[in-house]
């Protein structure tokens, strides 16, 4: 579909796929609301754009992804992608900060700076969308499900606690929130996976998370408790 309005983003992608596979494409554009209906009902299909090749029909973008062999990701899918894309960036963010403030990566703060970016990085993904992700955490939270409110603090507690570590500033407040919320997360996910044996969605990437409850929201927690616990630790030593 080629309109004034609209361009069809599968329609790029499918010629553009056939193109690197070696093909020319005759690219035949779907102007109106009429021709796309009269398609759709001429080869008995639901969507567009529609690949041919030798005159036989392929089908949309993702049949064709699958007829030249490459992969194609189903809606429920279960993906890790989210989680090594925050801790990576997190990494990096970390060491690039520890650069800037001491000239070495090499530094305890890198460390301090790692996690509680992670914490801040993962706060934000809650808060792109509150309500989705309370609810998706009222499945196993053993807080959230007596406090219903809780599930809605929480993504805001995780990202201040991250930012303050980040700082180095308020840890009277900072440590606090971050070992509560962290051991009651702990508690609440080693309870619904290692306990009841349930296979449910993590709610730490967000409400759309992909990413299945278990090790991940776990590690999550145990690192608010580390650094809820590491923090003051920290400033008995060094000040």
Same mark, same amino acid.
């Given at each position: ?19 690197? *596979?070696? &093909?020319?494409?005759?690219? $035949?554009?779907?102007?109106?609301? !009429?021709?796309?209906?009269? #398609? ?9 754009? *529609?690949? &041919?090749?030798?005159?036989? $029909?392929?089908?949309?973008?993702? !049949?064709?992804?699958?007829? #030249? ?11 890790y992608r989210p989680v090594v894309a925050i801790f990576s960036v997190a990494l990096l963010m970390a060491l690039a900060v520890s650069y800037a403030a001491e000239g070495t990566v090499l530094t305890v ?50 990202t201040l606690a991250g930012l303050l570590m980040i700082a180095g500033a308020l840890t009277w407040l900072s440590a606090p929130i971050a070992l509560v919320i962290g051991t009651i997360g702990a508690v ?52």
């Amino acid at each position: 579909m080629v309109m004034e309005k609209h361009v069809c983003p599968y329609g790029l992608k499918s010629k553009d796929l056939l193109e690197r *596979q070696g &093909f020319d494409v005759d690219d $035949r554009w779907l102007t109106t609301r !009429e021709e796309t209906d009269a #398609f759709k009902a001429e080869h008995h299909v639901e969507t567009t754009p *529609q690949t &041919f090749l030798g005159g036989e $029909r392929v089908g949309g973008y993702s !049949e064709l992804r699958e007829h #030249f062999g490459k992969s194609v990701a189903s809606a429920d899918e279960t993906t890790y992608r989210p989680v090594v894309a925050i801790f990576s960036v997190a990494l990096l963010m970390a060491l690039a900060v520890s650069y800037a403030a001491e000239g070495t990566v090499l530094t305890v703060r890198a460390v301090e700076w790692f996690f509680a970016i992670a914490m801040t990085l993962l706060g934000i993904q809650k808060l792109q969308d509150v309500e989705s992700f309370s609810t998706m955490f009222l499945n196993y939270d053993l807080l959230a499900r007596r406090w219903v409110r809780y599930g809605k603090i929480y993504p805001y507690g995780e990202t201040l606690a991250g930012l303050l570590m980040i700082a180095g500033a308020l840890t009277w407040l900072s440590a606090p929130i971050a070992l509560v919320i962290g051991t009651i997360g702990a508690v609440s996910v080693y309870y619904a996976v290692y306990v009841q044996k349930r296979e449910l969605k993590c709610a730490c990437v967000g409400g759309a998370s992909k990413v299945p409850l278990g090790f991940v929201s776990l590690t999550e927690n145990l690192v608010m408790i580390g650094m809820g616990l590491w923090m003051p630790l920290r400033m008995m030593i060094w000040g």
